[in-house]
């Protein structure tokens, strides 16, 4: 079992008894390891006494009580608890023992790629379903068994609270995705995951996708989860973010829409993709369509549509191929995404014309 979603947290469980480190076994979370969820089960057994334990969660700066559960089994006792993670690095005591690991949610700003590569060297991917793990919990429950269609939602079932759940997991199919039988460890995503998993269902995406000119970066190395969620999500699509905002958690806001005005466009829900294909496209930039048919669209500035000269004064073309290096659209005087000046043109109307007319000033 992978648990995913990424930035930092600190978990801490403590005793309010005094028991021995050797006492007490922590079975999951694994130490040092990172996660991609937002939730982990905590899982600790010992010989001794649990009645008296107290379970914390401590982010930063804010330290909260974590409820669990104890069962009791012939002379083991298990303590178990759903943790709720935050961003960041994550520390679980018991006692005198303690793991600590990383989340890491997806919807966070990306960071350097020095800082993730560090993650990523530092913090292994956290997995449960090895067979240690599987053995030590089956002493107990039953329904851990190499079984080709288990009930994975006995234990995930928090994975099922979110409006928008992808279609196996609604289904309760987790097998479609998950292979039961991968090793080392059971229920890995199939063919190594990626787009690859993805594209086996959705294979008249692929196909689409493949004939365009141009593809988004996340489509181009088969990074389908950097926008998706495949679980489930709030947003619909089981986008990772609000659609208007998830352009920003990769693309920096305030160079794009930091102008005193905003494109009408980026500000609606569909946000960038008002403009943008989010997957591939054979027009630059991933646009819609091509040129000022983009801007002159029914929906958006149709009167523009028929306009081939004349605007913004007599004579004067907006379209057309000038030169090698110079060609004229709707972007060549204004901005598509913010500015500081009315019309979102990309200057001062007085001294706007002398950026391409600044060899004809008098």
């Known amino acids: 079992m992978i648990h995913g979603l990424a930035s930092f947290l600190l978990l801490l469980i403590v005793s309010t008894q005094a028991h021995a480190a050797n006492e007490i076994n922590i079975l999951t979370p694994e130490d040092g390891t990172r996660i991609n969820d937002q939730t982990v089960w905590l899982v600790a057994s010992t010989t001794v006494d649990m009645s008296g334990m107290v379970a914390r969660l401590k982010n930063k700066q804010t330290t909260k009580k974590i409820d669990g559960e104890v069962f009791k089994k012939d002379k083991v006792v298990a303590f178990h608890a759903l943790l709720s993670l935050e961003a960041g690095l994550n520390e679980v005591t018991i006692g005198e023992k303690s793991v600590s690991i990383f989340y890491r949610p997806k ?96 294979k008249e995406k692929n196909v689409k996708q493949l004939s365009l000119r141009y593809f988004h970066g996340p489509v181009g190395v088969d990074e389908c989860t950097v926008c998706h969620d495949p679980h489930g999500s709030p947003f619909r699509f089981q986008l990772v973010e609000e659609e208007k905002c998830l352009c920003y958690i990769c693309h920096d806001q305030k160079r794009i829409a930091n102008g005193k005005i905003v494109h009408g466009a980026i500000q609606q829900s569909k946000g960038c993709c008002g403009c943008h294909d989010s997957h591939a496209s054979d027009c630059e930039g991933h646009l819609l369509d091509f040129g000022n048919a983009l801007c002159c669209k029914a929906e958006c500035h149709p009167r523009f549509a028929e306009i081939t000269e004349d605007h913004p004064v007599l004579g004067h073309p907006v379209t057309g191929k000038f030169g090698p290096e110079r060609s004229l659209s709707c972007s060549s005087c204004h901005d598509p995404h913010s500015s500081d000046f009315r019309f979102l043109l990309s200057a001062e109307r007085h001294s706007f014309c002398s950026k391409c007319h600044d060899d004809e000033r008098s």
């Open 107 to 202: 919807n966070l700003p990306t960071e350097k790629s020095t800082q993730k590569r560090e993650v990523l060297q530092v913090h292994p991917p956290y997995f449960f379903h090895n067979p240690q793990k599987e053995a030590t919990c089956a002493q107990c429950h039953d329904s851990v068994k190499a079984e080709s269609k288990p009930d994975c939602l006995q234990c995930h079932g928090e994975l099922t609270t979110e409006k928008y759940l992808h279609g196996p997991l609604g289904g309760g199919a987790c097998v479609v995705c998950h292979d039961p039988k991968s090793a080392p460890t059971r229920f890995s995503p199939r063919f190594g995951g990626k787009g690859e998993l993805c594209f086996s269902c959705h």
